[in-house]
C-alpha cells in the first residue's frame, strides 16, 4: 500500500479507533503466549477489579474465545473475540463483541514489537461508527480500562519471566 493511500486509511477510522500502548519488560515471545493461551489470559484479562471465566477457547484463525468478564460491582460482561488474523509473535487481529455477529463489534489490531529484552505492545481499536467509540469511552472507560489491561498483562508477564517461566 502507498504512503499516501496508508495515510488515507488511517485519517479516514481515526474519529473511530483508540490506541494503546505499553513497553513491557519482558521477551515478545512471553507477551505474546500470555495473550494467546487461555491459561494466562484468565489471570489478567481485564481492568482492576475484573475477573473472566472461558466458556470456549479456541485460538487460530476463525477460531472464538466466549468469555463472561465479572465487574468489581458483580456485573456480568458477555464477551465474544474472533481471531482474523495471527502473525507470531509479531500480531493479532480480531474481532470483539457481546457475541457473534454482533453489529458493533470492534476490530482491535495488538501488536508486539521486540526492543531488546522488553515489548512494546499496541493495541489499535478501530470501532464501526465515531458514535459507538465515544459510547466506549465515555460510559465504558475504554482507555483507562485498556490503560489497566495493558498494566495487568505487564504485572503478569513480568512476573513469569522473573520466576523463568518461558510460556
Avoid: C
Wanted: charged fraction near 30%; avoid cysteine; charge should be negative.
Amino acid at each position: 500500500m502507498s504512503e499516501m493511500k496508508r495515510d488515507t486509511v488511517e485519517r479516514s477510522s481515526a474519529d473511530r479507533e483508540i490506541v494503546i500502548s505499553r513497553v513491557i519488560d519482558a521477551r515478545r515471545e512471553l507477551v505474546f503466549a500470555a495473550f494467546t493461551e487461555v491459561r494466562h489470559l484468565s489471570q489478567w484479562w481485564g481492568p482492576e477489579g475484573f475477573t473472566t471465566t472461558t466458556r470456549a477457547f479456541e485460538f487460530r484463525v476463525g477460531g472464538a474465545w466466549e468469555f463472561v468478564m465479572h465487574g468489581p460491582d458483580g456485573t456480568d460482561y458477555s464477551d465474544w473475540i474472533t481471531w482474523t488474523e495471527i502473525v507470531p509473535p509479531a500480531r493479532i487481529t480480531m474481532l470483539h463483541g457481546e457475541y457473534r455477529d454482533d453489529p458493533n463489534a470492534f476490530e482491535s489490531v495488538p501488536t508486539f514489537a521486540p526492543d531488546g529484552e522488553t515489548t512494546r505492545i499496541e493495541m489499535r481499536t478501530v470501532f464501526p461508527t465515531k458514535e459507538l467509540r465515544d459510547e466506549a469511552i465515555e460510559k465504558f472507560g475504554a482507555i483507562e480500562g485498556g490503560q489497566q489491561t495493558l498494566a495487568s498483562l505487564a504485572g503478569y508477564v513480568t512476573e513469569m519471566a522473573s520466576k523463568g517461566s518461558d510460556s
